[in-house]
Structure formats: C-alpha cells, structure tokens
C-alpha cells in the first residue's frame, strides 16, 4: 500500500515563527502535492512538485515556500506564520502520467498560530 | 484556463435514496474523471475514476457516468447508507490535481 506520512499530526506555533511541516511518500512517486483545508473552502493547491528540486505554485501559494530534495520528501515552509495560516495541511503524491492516476493523502497537519 | 462546476455544493437524502453529484467541466482534451470523498476526519480517499472512452463504470452502490458531449460527469450513489455522509470532490484540474469546494453529502437515517 501506498504510503504518504506527515511528520506531525498537531503543531502548535506563535506568530512569526518559522514552520516546517515534513511529508514522505514511499511508492517513489513523482507528483507531490501541499493542500490546505478549511471549513467550506475544500481542498487549496499551494504547491505542487513534478520532480526532485521542481516546484509550481498552485492557487495559494503567499506566505508559502516548498522544498524536493529528494524524490520522497516534500516539505512545505512557513516562512513567518501568521494567525490566518491557522489551517488543516494535507500532502499528496501520485504517479507522474499527466492527467491520471490516484493522488494518495496524508493524514494531515493540524496547524493552529497564536 | 480549465475550470470545473460542482453541483450541489450541500445535499441531504433519507437512507435508502438516490444521490447524484454533478461535475461540469471546459477542457475537451480531459480523459480522466475520478471521484474522491473525505469522510469527517480523515484524509480524502478515491472511491471510483472513469476514462474518457468508457460512458459509465459502476462499483456496488457507487457509479459514475460521463457525459462527453455535455462535458460533465456524475457521481450516483443508490441505495444510500448513513456512512455515505462524507464530502465529496472532483479535481477541476487533472494535470495539477485542484479542486473546488466539494460536495457535502447527508445520509439521514
């Protein structure tokens, strides 16, 4: 089974603090993907990641950065949260076949800023 | 730019009846059409997916049907039962996996 881990399931930060919310995938895919989820709004792209060391900014990507390092790991940085960055974060990965294949989630990142 | 319409944006059914959601969509060239539900609390799950060469491909209670002339395809579930109550989405983006707002879906025993 596929396998998409997020590093911390809670975080709790102050503002202006930098965050790094870690996701790993295990099926070697090449599409990485960093939501963010709130109430009545769905499921926001804020970046995507076609290989390692590639990134494109999705719908929301301001106040957002993203590293690919490696093939299996996708981290998404919040450069200086802020009170409005206080959100649900899931991380995705599929298979690199343009316009299918199954997008695998995580399990998610409750961020909460103070 | 692609963009897709999600229909209804809430619904609420007794136990037992029919639902249909609804995805329009404006890119020709699209050839994959999947669903996804999110249940309260966890992490969005594909339940069924479509090509554009097939009209409809069904899974127990659950079936989606494209319709490419229109440019929409549609989620039915029969049958519905209280664990169908979940959020529902269609990406609007199939290359960038984007999505809309979803579906909230109510079973009502």
């Known amino acids: 089974d596929v396998k998409v881990t997020q590093s911390s399931r809670y975080l709790v930060k102050r503002t202006g603090e930098k965050v790094f919310l870690e996701c790993v995938q295990d099926?070697?895919?090449?599409?990485m993907f960093w939501y963010r989820q709130d109430p009545g709004l769905g499921l926001r792209l804020i970046y995507f990641?076609?290989?390692?060391?590639?990134?494109e900014k999705g719908d929301i990507p301001e106040g957002y950065s993203v590293s690919r390092e490696k093939k299996e790991r996708f981290s998404l940085i919040l450069e200086s949260a802020s009170t409005n960055q206080t959100s649900m974060y899931l991380c995705?990965?599929?298979?690199?076949?343009?316009?299918?294949?199954?997008?695998?989630f995580g399990e998610g990142s409750r961020l909460t800023v103070l | 730019g692609e963009n897709v319409e999600q229909h209804p944006s809430t619904l609420s059914v007794q136990e037992g009846d029919s639902a249909v959601i609804k995805c329009t969509y404006s890119d020709s060239a699209s050839n994959y059409f999947p669903w996804y539900k999110q249940e309260l609390g966890k992490r969005p799950q594909l339940i069924i997916d479509?090509?554009?060469?097939?009209g409809e491909k069904k899974d127990q209670r659950i079936a989606v049907t494209l319709n490419k002339t229109a440019k929409h395809f549609s989620l039915h579930i029969t049958e519905t039962q209280p664990e169908d109550s979940a959020v529902y989405f269609c990406p609007y983006n199939n290359n960038d996996m984007r999505f809309g707002a979803g579906t909230r879906l109510t079973v009502k025993p």
């Open positions: 099926m070697d895919h090449e599409n």
């Open positions: 995705a990965s599929k298979v690199a076949i343009q316009g299918t294949g199954e997008l695998f």
């Open positions: 990641s076609y290989d390692v060391k590639m990134k």
């Open positions: 479509i090509r554009s060469n097939v």
